[in-house]
């Protein structure tokens, strides 16, 4: 497994963009889907984006297709989710994840994340 650490969350007005980054531990990093959460005050953890071992393939939740943008430099263990756009809804703690996946896309789901970061919050106020 790998370990997880976010960063990049806080306090933004309705319209204005931020980029969360996600640093991993362990030099497997690179054979692992990357995918980001979010859980608003109130409801479950769901699904925002995710991207494959090598980049090539990426999903996104319809609520954040083309306004987010997920990334990854695996030189640097590290995915990012470019965030533009923001709405008051998207107030939510952010988390990533890794899953070890044989398949050659990534999932939107989360049971086939094994190892998450403890998130970063991000609020956005109207």
């Known amino acids: 497994q790998v370990q997880l650490v976010e960063s990049g969350g806080g306090l933004v007005q309705t319209g204005d963009s931020l980029r969360l980054s996600c640093v991993a531990s362990g030099r497997t990093y690179s054979s692992y889907h990357m995918g980001w959460f979010r859980q608003a005050p109130g409801k479950e953890r769901e699904f925002v984006a995710a991207i494959s071992r090598g980049g090539s393939f990426i999903t996104y939740a319809d609520s954040v297709k083309g306004r987010f943008t997920i990334s990854r430099d695996n030189d640097k263990n590290t995915v990012y989710l470019q965030m533009a756009s923001l709405k008051a809804e998207d107030t939510a703690v952010y988390s990533c994840?890794?899953?070890?996946?044989?398949?050659?896309?990534?999932?939107?789901?989360?049971?086939?994340?094994?190892?998450w970061g403890q998130g970063t919050q991000v609020t956005v106020s109207s």
């Open positions: 994840a890794a899953a070890a996946s044989t398949y050659t896309r990534p999932t939107s789901r989360m049971s086939d994340y094994s190892s």
